[in-house]
């Protein structure tokens, strides 16, 4: 028998012989028994990607904590199928997703392809985030910060743009000299 608490006092565990008990005060986290799988393996996400399972893929993904793997499992949704899988997300692993999706949604070209993404998390599990408290706001953030710096990057080179642009119009009026 055993108990242990955590750090912060919020919860503990009891260990005796009829298993491990979890307690704590916060409502939002949720014990989830896939973790608890042994077959949780790379080689079991791709198979799951390839048997078109995509809910099952991207939890295995996220509970490896692989960010290529989950990079590769995402892109491989199709966008059809976004909003039913992000559907099937814990509200537990969410903040590694996002947190994740805002890493990949910076050095990606596949910008509009993320923003699906976070939309339909947003739609999915919005009464979550809300009242999730300041649990979720470094995610959030993360988001924020990758959403400017495209809007920032588009800007300036939109901006290029139209200072080429009216150069050639510019060019383009000076008359021609024979010769």
Not at 35 to 50: G, I, M, W, Y
């Amino acid at each position: 028998y055993s108990i242990c608490l955590s750090p912060a006092g919020d919860t503990w565990a009891a260990a005796s012989t009829e298993g491990v008990l979890m307690y704590t005060k916060d409502e939002s986290l949720l014990f989830d028994p896939f973790d608890l799988d042994e077959d949780v393996t790379p080689a079991a996400v791709h198979l799951a990607l390839e048997k078109k399972e995509y809910a099952k893929a991207l939890l295995m993904s996220i509970h490896l904590k692989d960010v290529k793997l989950f990079n590769r499992v995402i892109e491989n949704i199709p966008v059809r199928d976004i909003s039913l899988v992000t559907s099937k997300i814990p509200p537990a692993r969410l903040h590694w997703m996002m947190q994740t999706i805002a890493e990949c949604m910076a050095k990606s070209p596949h910008f509009e392809f993320y923003v699906t993404w976070c939309e339909a998390i947003l739609l999915s599990h919005g009464s979550y985030l809300k009242h999730s408290g300041r649990s979720m706001t470094s995610a959030l953030r993360a988001i924020h910060k990758a959403v400017i710096q495209t809007q920032t990057d588009i800007t300036s080179t939109v901006e290029d743009n139209i200072y080429k642009l009216k150069f050639i119009e510019q060019v383009c009026r000076i008359p021609q000299m024979d010769e």
